[in-house]
């Protein structure tokens, strides 16, 4: 993550395009930063289908509870292979990267699908992988969106927002999917319609999301940073070295963090998801 985090975390000057840009505040700035963070709400919604609720999980694949703890391992894994492509390409090509993000979460939600109604434990881990791949295509966007679309004034709000919107998703997740699935029906139900609302979020990415200012539909911007740069500029920093690496230690331990949140839901604070029996009672 250290060094794949460079590009988002802002450790390259703005090109002279962007700093154009960032003077005034372009049309349709809102919506493209709408589009980015739905994308990256959802992917945290979908890292949570089946951390929050391992027993159930279990038994609709009829593995063990540990198994099920792989499938946001899986996820981890991908976004941490995804993640180092994304970072050197996420500036100078950001639609196709952004692109791929949603393609992402579309196939895994599919396929996610079938795979719970068959009860295809391979097919799951794929779909697993497909999430984890989406997060690390997104991640790297988190300051182009606002470098790019916002003025000064705005920018800490834009960023806010796209970095919260990681965690809204994760809370939504949370608390929607153990309060909404106490079968393999509602578990199911839960994914069709999450898969739905994948093909409607990419919609509007397509309509709505543009890699910068002032061009349609593009493949490649002006920025040419890599990974590789921005590491000879951290090296060049020490304080920069510092600031990253604390950065990282707090990302991971949030991205692990969700990992065990349904035994600290119900070991610690009997916060469990609900049976189907309990609820008819």
């Avoid at 093909?199 to 490649?220: D, E, I, N, S």
């Avoid at 600031?243 to 065990?260: D, K």
Wanted: hydrophobic residues 50%; proline residues 4%; contains cysteine.
């Amino acid at each position: 993550f250290f060094f794949s985090f460079s590009l988002s975390q802002g450790v390259f000057p703005p090109s002279s395009a962007e700093m154009r840009v960032a003077e005034h505040a372009p049309p349709g700035r809102w919506a493209v930063l709408a589009s980015f963070s739905v994308t990256s709400a959802l992917n945290a919604f979908m890292f949570m289908n089946f951390a929050v609720d391992s027993e159930l999980s279990a038994e609709m694949f009829g593995v063990t509870e540990e198994v099920v703890a792989d499938f946001y391992a899986i996820s981890l894994y991908a976004a941490m292979i995804s993640l180092v492509f994304a970072a050197n390409y996420a500036a100078q090509y950001n639609f196709t990267v952004m692109l791929a993000a949603n393609l992402f979460n579309l196939a895994g939600a599919a396929l996610r699908v079938y795979a719970t109604e068959h009860r295809r434990l391979d097919l799951c881990n794929l779909s697993c992988a497909l999430v984890g791949f989406s997060a690390g295509c997104f991640i790297p966007g988190l300051t182009i969106v606002g470098d790019r679309w916002f003025p000064r004034d705005t920018r800490p709000l834009a960023l806010s927002i796209a970095s919260l919107a990681n965690y809204v998703g994760w809370a939504a997740g949370s608390i929607v999917t153990p309060w909404a699935t106490s079968s393999e029906g509602d578990m199911l139900l839960l994914l069709r319609v999450q898969a739905g609302v994948t093909v409607g979020v990419l919609l509007l990415f397509l309509c709505k999301y543009r890699a910068q200012p002032g061009v349609t539909l593009q493949t490649k911007a002006q920025s040419k940073y890599t990974a590789a740069m921005a590491t000879k500029l951290m090296v060049r920093d020490p304080q920069l070295m510092g600031q990253m690496a604390c950065f990282s230690v707090v990302i991971g331990v949030s991205f692990a963090v969700p990992a065990v949140l349904d035994s600290v839901l119900q070991d610690l604070l009997s916060l469990g998801p609900r049976r189907s029996e309990e609820r008819r009672v």
